[in-house]
C-alpha cells in the first residue's frame, strides 16, 4: 500500500486547468469553449479537496460541492444563452459573432 | 497500490482533456470530458472524498454533460472549421502553455514538502453524515443561497429557451 | 488479502451466472405472462412450454447479419450498446441477496461489495445509463433513432429527479446510505417494513418510485420513444444481431436493478414477513408444495394431451425444491435467497402485468406527469416524511 505524495495531486490539477485555459483561448466553437470552463471548474475542485485532505477537514468538500452547483447553474443558463445565439446568427463560430465591431 | 491507481486515472484525466482541447467535433470533446470527471470521482475515492465523488458522477457527468451532449446533438454542431489564425498564436501558443505549466507546476512542488502522503483511508470525514453536518450548520447561508440561484438558473433558461409567441 | 480476492471472484462468478441466466429466462416468464393475460399460450412450441426459447432467441441473434449503417460514427455506434449493457450489469455489484453467512468455514456476506454510499452507488450509475441510449440515437446516423434516443433521455432524465426524492424518504427513515444496514434496520416481521412502518408509512413514496422506474426503464405506459409501432422503434432502430441483443438484455438488467431496489428499501429485502419462531421457515416449502400438488393435480386432468407429460415433471421439480428448503444445512443462505426473490420477483411480475394491461402515454402527457405532478408529490412527500421525523423524535 503505497502513498501519493500531495504535490503529485496538485500538479494534475494545475495540468488540467491550463489544458482548460489553452482550450479557452485557442478554441472557435463556442461549445468547446464552454467545456474548457467546466474542465477548468473540474481542476479547482481536485485542489479543494486535496486541501481538505490535507488540513483534516471537510470544508473543502464543501467548496467543491458549491462550485458543482455553481457549475450546474451556469451550464443551464450558459446553454440556453448559445441556442438563442444560435437560432439568431445560425452559427457556432465565436468569430463570426461580430457585427457590434468596428 | 496507491500509487498505480493514481498514476492510471491522472494519466487518463490528462488524455482526456488534451483529447477535449484537440479534438475538433463538439461531440467528441464532450465524451472525453465525461471520461475526465469519471477518472477525477476515482481521485476523489482516493482522497477519502466519497461523497463527492458520487455527486461528481451523478451531478456532473449524469446530468450538466448530458445537458451539453444534449444541446450539441440538437444543434447539429458539426466538426469545427478553422478559420483565419492569426501567427502569434499559432507559435506562442504552444511555448505560453509549457511556460503556464511549468511556472504552476514549480510552485507547487516549492510550496508542499513532499511528507504530506495521500493514502487511500488517510481522511475518513468525508462521509455523507459529516458533509450534511458541514452544510447545514456552518455552511447554511451559501447552501440557502444557492437554492436560490438555482431557481434564478431555472427561470433563465426557460425565458431564454421557449419559443417565441409572434 | 488473498482469499478475499478468491471469495470475491468466486462471488462474481456466481451472482454473473445467475444473473445472465435470469436475464435470458426473464424474457420467456414476460412473454408466457402477456400470453396468459391475452388468453393465449405464448411460446409453446421450442422444448417443453417453450422453455428453449430464449436459446432460441439467442442463437437466432447470434447468427444474424451485424450491419452498420453507412456513415455512422463508428467508434460510438460500436460503444453504445457495450456501455448501456456495462451500465446496466454494474449497479448488481452493491446489491445485497442476504445476509452475512458462513459457507463452508468461510464467513461472508450475500453480497458482491457493501459500499457505505450503496444508494448513491446506484443512482450515479442510473445516471451514466443516459449516455447509452443517447450516444445509441445520435451515433445511427438516422433521423428516428436521433429523436427516439433524445426523447428516450430526456425522459430518462426527468424521471430520475422523482426517483431520487422517492429514494431520499426511507433513507430519512433508515438513517443509512448502506444497502444492508438499510434492510437491517427494518429486521423483525412485515409490520417493520418502511412501507408500513414508521412515523410516516413510506407508501406513497413506494408508488412514485415504482411509477418512475418504469419511467426510468422505458416500459409501458412509459415506452412510447421505443416501442415498435411509434418512430420506427426508436433508438436501437440501426442495431442488429447481437448489439440489439444488449440493449434488450439491458432494460431487462435496468428492470431486475429497480425491482432489487424497491425490495431493498421498501419491502425489507430478505428480510421474512413474520419471524422464524411463527414458522416461517416453512412458508417456501409449503409454496412450492402447493405449486407441485396443483400442477400433478393438471397433470392428472390434462387439457391438452402434452400436459399429461409435462405437468408430473413439473410437480416432481416442485416437490424436489420443497424438499431441498427442509435441509436445515440449506436454509442459512436459502431461506433469505428465497424471500429476496419472491418480493423482487413480485415486482417483476408488476413490471409485465403492467405493460399487458395499460396503453402508453403520449411524449408530452409523459414529460408533463413528471414535471407537474410527480416531481411535487415526491418533494410533498420528503417534506412530510422529514417533518414527522423530526417532529416525533
Known amino acids: ?89 445560425k452559427t457556432l463560430n465565436i468569430d463570426d459573432v461580430d457585427s457590434m465591431k468596428n | 497500490m496507491d500509487v498505480i491507481l493514481f498514476l492510471v486515472f491522472a494519466i487518463i484525466a490528462v488524455v482526456c482533456a488534451i483529447n477535449v482541447v484537440v479534438q475538433t467535433h463538439p ?17 476523489y475515492l482516493l482522497l477519502g472524498a466519497e461523497f463527492i465523488a458520487a455527486a461528481q458522477v451523478i451531478v456532473y457527468a449524469g446530468a450538466i454533460m448530458v445537458l451539453f451532449v444534449f444541446v450539441i446533438m440538437l444543434l447539429n454542431a458539426g466538426a469545427e472549421v478553422q478559420k483565419g489564425r492569426s501567427p502569434m498564436a499559432r507559435f506562442l501558443g504552444l511555448p505560453a502553455l509549457v511556460m503556464l505549466l511549468g511556472l504552476l507546476a514549480y510552485f507547487v512542488q516549492r510550496l508542499f514538502p513532499r511528507s504530506d502522503m495521500v493514502h487511500f ?31 434564478i438558473a431555472i427561470v433563465g433558461a426557460i425565458v431564454l429557451a421557449r419559443k417565441e409567441l409572434d | 488479502m488473498d482469499s478475499f480476492i478468491v471469495i470475491s471472484l468466486i462471488k462474481v462468478a456466481v451472482v454473473f451466472a445467475a444473473l445472465l441466466t435470469t436475464l435470458a429466462y426473464l424474457q420467456w416468464v414476460e412473454r408466457k405472462v402477456l400470453a396468459h393475460i391475452q388468453v393465449r399460450p405464448g411460446p409453446y412450441r421450442v422444448g417443453p412450454h417453450g422453455l428453449l426459447q430464449p436459446v432460441a432467441d439467442i442463437v437466432k441473434l447470434i447468427t444474424k447479419e451485424d450491419l452498420a449503417p453507412p456513415f455512422a460514427n463508428k467508434a460510438l455506434y460500436l460503444a453504445a450498446p457495450f456501455l448501456a449493457m456495462t451500465l446496466a450489469l454494474l449497479s448488481i455489484c452493491v446489491i445485497p441477496f442476504g445476509p452475512i453467512i458462513q459457507v463452508g468455514g468461510v464467513r461472508t456476506a450475500m453480497q458482491l461489495t457493501d459500499l457505505n454510499i450503496g444508494v448513491l452507488f446506484v443512482l450515479a450509475v442510473s445516471s451514466m445509463g443516459v449516455y447509452g441510449v443517447a450516444l445509441a440515437g445520435w451515433s445511427s446516423n438516422n433521423k428516428y433513432a436521433l429523436l427516439g434516443g433524445l426523447r428516450s433521455a430526456a425522459q430518462m432524465i426527468s424521471y430520475e429527479l422523482p426517483m431520487s426524492l422517492a429514494i431520499a424518504s426511507p433513507l430519512l427513515v433508515s438513517n443509512t446510505l448502506s444497502l444492508r444496514e438499510l434492510v437491517e434496520k427494518q429486521a423483525g416481521g412485515v409490520w417493520n417494513w418502511n412501507v408500513f412502518h414508521g412515523p410516516f408509512p413510506q407508501v406513497f413514496a413506494f408508488v412514485i418510485f415504482l411509477i418512475a422506474a418504469f419511467a426510468e426503464t422505458n416500459r409501458v405506459p412509459f415506452d412510447l420513444p421505443e416501442a415498435e409501432n411509434e418512430l420506427v422503434a426508436g433508438f436501437h432502430v440501426e442495431y442488429s444481431s447481437m448489439k440489439f441483443a444488449s440493449f434488450f438484455m439491458s432494460e431487462y438488467a435496468n428492470m431486475i ?65 420443497a424438499a431441498v428448503f427442509l435441509i436445515p444445512m440449506t436454509q442459512e443462505w436459502l431461506l433469505p435467497l428465497f424471500w429476496f426473490g419472491a418480493k423482487t420477483g413480485s415486482i ?21 406527469f413528471t414535471w407537474k405532478w410527480l416531481f411535487p408529490a415526491a418533494m410533498l412527500n420528503l417534506l412530510a416524511t422529514g417533518f414527522l421525523i423530526a417532529w416525533l423524535s
Open chain 2, 121 to 151: 483511508g488517510g481522511f475518513t470525514g468525508g462521509s455523507p453524515k459529516d458533509i450534511g453536518m458541514a452544510l447545514f450548520t456552518t455552511y447554511l447561508l451559501p447552501f440557502e443561497a444557492t437554492s436560490i440561484l438555482i431557481l
Open chain 2, 27 to 43: 461531440i467528441s470533446s464532450a465524451i472525453s470530458l465525461v471520461g475526465v470527471m469519471g477518472s477525477l470521482a476515482v481521485l
Open chain 1, 1 to 89: 500500500m503505497g502513498a501519493v505524495p500531495i504535490s503529485w495531486f496538485l500538479t494534475l490539477s494545475a495540468v488540467l486547468f491550463s489544458l482548460g485555459v489553452a482550450g479557452f483561448l485557442f478554441r472557435r466553437s463556442i461549445i468547446t469553449v464552454f467545456m474548457s470552463i467546466e474542465l477548468m471548474l473540474n481542476a479547482v475542485n481536485l485542489s479543494f479537496v486535496t486541501f481538505s485532505y490535507q488540513l483534516k477537514k471537510v470544508d473543502g468538500h464543501l467548496l467543491a460541492f458549491f462550485v458543482m452547483v455553481v457549475a450546474a447553474a451556469e451550464a443551464a443558463v450558459g446553454l440556453a444563452i448559445i441556442l438563442t445565439v444560435f437560432k439568431n446568427r
Open chain 3, 257 to 321: 436493478t429497480v425491482s432489487c431496489m424497491a425490495t431493498l428499501l421498501f419491502l425489507g429485502g430478505w428480510i421474512a414477513p413474520w419471524p422464524a419462531e411463527y414458522g416461517s421457515r416453512f412458508a417456501p416449502s409449503v409454496i412450492f408444495g402447493a405449486a407441485g400438488l396443483a400442477a400433478l393435480y393438471n397433470g392428472l386432468n390434462p387439457r391438452r394431451r402434452r400436459d399429461r407429460y409435462s405437468f408430473p415433471v413439473v410437480a416432481a421439480a416442485a416437490f424436489l425444491i
Open chain 3, 348 to 368: 417483476l411480475f408488476l413490471f409485465m402485468w403492467v405493460r399487458g394491461t395499460l396503453p402508453r402515454f403520449r411524449y408530452d402527457q409523459l414529460m408533463g
